[in-house]
């Protein structure tokens, strides 16, 4: 179940799924800086951090 919310999260709001796995640092802020670029890189980054 867990693992199923982290997905959700990971594909409706990045940043967010980011900060639960990893935390305040430099994966969060590459996920932010990802987002404001454009929205799909920033999924893609969030769900390879949360699956790893």
Known sequence: MNKLVMILL??????????????VGKHLIINIVLCLL????????????NMK
Do not use: D, E, Q
């Open 38 to 49: 454009f929205f799909f890189p920033g999924v893609v980054h969030a769900l390879w951090v």
């Open 10 to 23: 990971s594909i409706f709001l990045p940043p967010i799924a980011v900060f639960f796995k990893a935390g």
